[in-house]
């Protein structure tokens, strides 16, 4: 009897609908997948056998033939195993599949069945080829149960699977809501010892401000400064201030993270916006992705959050200019086996560096040791076309003993987190009414197009930006990046029209650095 079972496939994060087509027919006991499969999903046909015995159904001993269509497409993952071995028992039963049912899963020995990578990619794949429901592992369910419009059907073993297919009996689901409880407590407690606030950060009201509209209006910034000013750790504050995660932005990062393996049981589905800070060793494959089987990089896993770069200078140079276009474009395209994978790359870049390799450059108190030719070479790195592309540049100063020692009260705790919060959601609320029919949402998005139509000027702010032009020499890019900050400004002030206090301010944050 010939069967159909539906499944799906990855390549990168995105997938396609896969029909597992099983035929049952006399002939010598043989076992053959076509379809361009890889060695993993050949594999399965050593892991189906036991686990059919094993939970009790018999492995048929005829000319066994599965085919994986569309036959014309690579195909990888273990989560081929449960839709093979469903299509092997339910031929030998005589039953058919209801077509607008879905199965993936990772089989034991004994029958169990184990959690897959890149769930929820796999059930978006599914589902927008039609499909409405989907029997999964259990260990899956929590994470791709995010998904509101497809019926989540998790199973623990074979059986289970068998019996939903074949009675339509539905399977226990109560361990779910339980490992959901624990999991809540667990972030409770996790969010009161790990709790960061901007109100921590003594002094630096000027920096607080700068990153106020970088966060306002996703751009990317660059902080430089000795040793101990602070970049760091106010850095690591940034995800405190940016606006909640939407549905739709959550969809997209736990597909990345569960494409990545990077999900838990504890966190099944990614409710913050991600910090990652890559040491400065890392390669250009390891902050791009890629690989044989392109699995995503930091500024994938960054995506729709922040990538800090910290000591900027002591990276690799051709690890910076890799990042160059994905920063400008907002993804990632890479080509492998014929096929093209598109890793997205939507990241607020936050880097910090010393103005040079000592760091003392700048310090009044301190004597720098670097040479003409080391600050030279390592001003390069800060100063070459990747920092072209990051919008504000901005220098810290050392915070003063006085402000450390002093003892916190109303007025001298600073801006916090939420009155900084307030003012970035103030902002993109602004963005997103003006930008409701773009493919962006924030101002360090703008096309070119973009930047002609909404960044109007007054005449002072217009010659203001001209002399600036002209005396600091700054590339065109430089200008339209500009004009982008100082339309931020003018959202979070509430002005329709950029004046010429915000292109002041906003040429401040373009020369605060080397200038």
């Not at 499944?7 to 995105?14: E, N, S």
């Not at 160059?324 to 870049?349: A, C, H, K, T, W």
């Not at 450059?361 to 030279?376: A, F, V």
Request: charged letters at 30%.
């Amino acid at each position: 009897m010939l069967t159909r079972v539906k499944t799906a496939t990855l390549m990168g994060i995105k997938g396609y609908c896969v029909t597992v087509e099983t035929d049952i027919h006399r002939g010598l006991p043989a076992l053959n997948v076509t379809g361009l499969a890889d060695t993993t999903i050949k594999e399965a046909l050593v892991r189906i056998g036991p686990a059919l015995i094993n939970s009790g159904f018999v492995f048929p001993r005829e000319k066994v033939t599965i085919n994986l269509m569309p036959a014309g497409r690579p195909k990888e993952g273990s989560h081929f195993d449960l839709p093979m071995a469903m299509g092997l028992v339910m031929s030998w039963i005589g039953k058919g599949l209801d077509e607008n049912t879905a199965f993936f899963g990772e089989l034991s020995l004994d029958g169990r069945v184990n959690a897959v990578r890149g769930a929820l990619p796999l059930a978006i794949s599914a589902r927008d080829a039609g499909i409405k429901k989907i029997v999964l592992p259990g260990a899956n369910a929590e994470e791709v149960s995010i998904l509101e419009d497809i019926e989540v059907i998790p199973v623990n073993d074979l059986k289970m699977a068998v019996c939903y297919a074949a009675e339509g009996k539905l399977p226990d689901v109560s361990f779910l809501y339980k490992r959901k409880e624990k999991r809540e407590d667990a972030e409770n407690r996790k969010y009161v010892s790990d709790r960061m606030d901007f109100s921590q950060v003594k002094g630096q009201e000027s920096a607080k401000r700068a990153l106020t509209v970088a966060a306002a209006g996703g751009h990317g910034i660059l902080m430089i400064g000795g040793a101990g000013c602070g970049k760091s750790m106010m850095a690591k504050r940034i995800p405190t201030i940016l606006p909640e995660l939407t549905y739709e932005e959550k969809l997209e990062i736990t597909g990345i993270y569960s494409v990545a393996n990077l999900l838990s049981e504890d966190n099944p589905v990614v409710e913050k916006r991600p910090f990652r800070a890559p040491h400065h060793s890392i390669t250009a494959k390891g902050l791009t992705g890629g690989g044989l089987k392109p699995r995503p990089g930091e500024l994938s896993l960054a995506h729709r959050g922040v990538l800090f770069l910290d000591e900027l200078g002591e990276f690799d140079i051709r690890t910076i200019d890799a990042m160059r276009q994905p920063v400008e474009d907002g993804y990632i395209r890479l080509n492998r086996n014929f096929e093209e994978v598109v890793f997205p790359s939507d990241v607020m870049i936050v880097a910090a560096a010393n103005p040079c390799k000592c760091g003392n450059l700048w310090d009044e108190k301190k004597i720098c040791t670097c040479s003409e030719r080391q600050i030279n070479s390592y001003r390069r790195k800060l100063t070459g076309p990747f920092s072209d592309r990051i919008d504000m540049h901005i220098k810290i100063a050392p915070v003063p003993r006085e402000k450390i020692e002093e003892k916190e009260s109303g007025k001298s705790r600073g801006m916090s987190s939420s009155q900084m919060k307030s003012k970035v959601q103030e902002a993109r609320m602004r963005q997103a009414e003006r930008y409701r029919d773009m493919s962006f949402s924030c101002n360090g998005r703008l096309d070119d197009m973009g930047v002609r139509k909404f960044c109007a000027m007054t005449d002072g702010a217009s010659r203001l930006l001209a002399e600036a032009y002209d005396r600091f020499w700054f590339s065109a890019r430089a200008y339209v990046k500009i004009l982008k900050t100082a339309r931020t400004i003018a959202d979070i002030e509430g002005k329709d029209c950029i004046g010429e206090d915000e292109t002041a301010e906003a040429l401040m944050y373009r020369t605060g650095g080397w200038i």
